[in-house]
C-alpha cells in the first residue's frame, strides 16, 4: 500500500539526549514536511524540503534538524537545544515541490516525552 | 500575512443532529487554497477537501458540505446528520503565495449517541 510511515509511534527520552524520528513515504513525492502539534493547538511547521538535498526552515526550527539524502526519507532530529520537546509530531508529502497548489498527506505521527 | 481562524474551540452535538464548522482565513494574495482535515483520536490527519479561490461553487459530498465566500473569506464546514465516528478534531489550512499551510488551531466535534 501506498502512504506514509512514521516511526516510533511512540518514544521517550531523557534530557539532555538527541532522538531522530523517522519519515518515510512511497508515494514518489517531491515536498515532505514536519509538524509539531501541543496539546489544544494548531500544526507548526518545523522544516520542509521541496528537493532532495534541499530543505527549509519553517516556523519553529529551533533545536531541530532534518536531512534528505532520498526522495523518500525526511528523518527529523530533535536535539538536546529544544527547550520543550515533548510533542506529537506529524510528518506529511505533497507530489510536487510547489508549495501551495498541492494537497499534504499526513503520516500517523510520533508522540515524544522527554522524561 | 496568511491567518486561519476557528473560533469554535469545541462543539459538542447529539447524534443525528446537523453542524457547522466556522473558518474564517486572512491573506492578501488573489490566488490561494483552503483545506480542511480531520484527525480522528488516532492522531493521523485525513485530508478531507481542498477548494481554490477562483472555485466558489459549494461542495457536497455525502453527509459533508463546504460552503466558500470569498466576500466573508470564510470557508465553512458542514455534517449532515452527524454520527458518533465523526467525533474527531477539524482543521482548516490555507496555502497562498510561496509559503506552506498555516493551519487553524482546530476545532473538536463530539457527536454523542
Known amino acids: 500500500d501506498g502512504g506514509i510511515t512514521q516511526s516510533p509511534k511512540y518514544l521517550f527520552r531523557k534530557e539532555g539526549q538527541n532522538v531522530t524520528l523517522s519519515c518515510e513515504q512511497n508515494?514518489?513525492?517531491?515536498?515532505m514536511y514536519w509538524y509539531r502539534q501541543d496539546p489544544g493547538q494548531g500544526l507548526r511547521l518545523i522544516y520542509y524540503s521541496q528537493i532532495v538535498n534541499d530543505f527549509q526552515k519553517g516556523d519553529i526550527a529551533e533545536g531541530y534538524s532534518v536531512s534528505r539524502e532520498k526522495k523518500e526519507s525526511f528523518p527529523l532530529t530533535v536535539t538536546s537545544a529544544q527547550k520543550n520537546p515533548t510533542a506529537f509530531y506529524l510528518c506529511?508529502?505533497?507530489?510536487?515541490?510547489?508549495?501551495?497548489?498541492?494537497?499534504?498527506?499526513f503520516g500517523p505521527g510520533t508522540r515524544l516525552t522527554v522524561l | 500575512a496568511q491567518k486561519v481562524t476557528q473560533a469554535q474551540t469545541e462543539i459538542s452535538v447529539v447524534e443525528k443532529e446537523d453542524v457547522t464548522l466556522d473558518c474564517v482565513y486572512e491573506?492578501?494574495?488573489?490566488?490561494?487554497?483552503l483545506f480542511w482535515y480531520k484527525q480522528p483520536p488516532s492522531g493521523e490527519l485525513v485530508f478531507l477537501i481542498r477548494?481554490?479561490?477562483?472555485?466558489?461553487q459549494n461542495e457536497i459530498s455525502g453527509r459533508y458540505s463546504w460552503n466558500f465566500q470569498k466576500s466573508t473569506s470564510s470557508f465553512n464546514f458542514t455534517i449532515t446528520a452527524s454520527q458518533v465516528v465523526d467525533s474527531a478534531v477539524y482543521f482548516c489550512?490555507?496555502?497562498?503565495?510561496?509559503?506552506?499551510?498555516?493551519f487553524g488551531k482546530g476545532t473538536r466535534l463530539s457527536v454523542i449517541a
Open positions: 477548494r481554490n479561490s477562483f472555485d466558489e
Open positions: 508515494l514518489n513525492h517531491d515536498a
Open positions: 489550512a490555507l496555502s497562498s503565495g510561496n509559503t506552506p499551510l498555516v
Open positions: 491573506t492578501r494574495d488573489t490566488t490561494y487554497y
Open positions: 506529511a508529502s505533497s507530489s510536487r515541490a510547489s508549495l501551495n497548489t498541492d494537497t499534504q498527506y
